[in-house]
């Protein structure tokens, strides 16, 4: 009788603690934004195509910003500034932990950024390529 309370309670712990480790590991305002367009992406996430985004001169856009790092870091560590020499904090997740967790600006920036450097809005390949980059900087 004992043994078997005491083995109920033992498995009802394990579940518990697995559903804890299973949802703190994965959910995240970060991940849901990074699902949500990985869902209307052809292809997987790509976080090389991501990191060529990144370092890429486009010159398809504004003239004055041909490339994501005329205002962003020079790499994802680095901060970077605006045209208005306001300064922008580094792009890596490891760096600015509350980065990309945030929809609303997440898309604000994006249709913003991709327009005035690619001239059109980036699709969401782009999107998921360049946050899973970042995210893993
Ligand atoms: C004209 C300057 C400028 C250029 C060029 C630029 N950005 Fe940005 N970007 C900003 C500013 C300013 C912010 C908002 C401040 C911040 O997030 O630190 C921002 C924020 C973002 C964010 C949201 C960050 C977050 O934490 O949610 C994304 C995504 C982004 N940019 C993508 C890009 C991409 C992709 C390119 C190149 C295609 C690019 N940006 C080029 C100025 C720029």
Same mark, same amino acid.
């Given at each position: 009788m004992n043994? #078997? =309370?005491? #083995? +109920?309670? !033992? *498995? &009802?712990? &394990?579940? *518990?603690?697995s559903a804890f480790a299973a949802t703190s590991a994965e959910a995240g305002p970060r991940e849901d934004i990074i699902a949500k367009f990985q869902a209307q992406a052809e292809a997987p996430a790509n976080p090389a195509n991501g990191e060529q985004m990144y370092n890429a001169t486009y010159g398809t856009g504004k003239p004055d910003t041909p490339k994501c790092t005329t205002c962003h870091g020079a790499t994802p560590q680095q901060g970077g500034e605006t045209r208005t020499a306001k300064l922008i904090d580094p792009m890596a997740v490891s760096k600015t932990p509350d980065r990309f967790t945030d929809a609303k =600006?997440?898309? =604000?920036?994006?249709?913003?950024?991709? !327009? @005035?450097? +690619? @001239?059109r809005e980036c699709t969401a390949q782009e999107k998921v390529d360049f946050l899973t980059f970042l995210a893993g900087q």
């Open positions: 043994f #078997s =309370k005491t #083995s +109920i309670k !033992t *498995v &009802a712990l &394990a579940l *518990v603690l =600006k997440v898309d =604000k920036w994006f249709r913003r950024n991709c !327009t @005035g450097v +690619i @001239g």
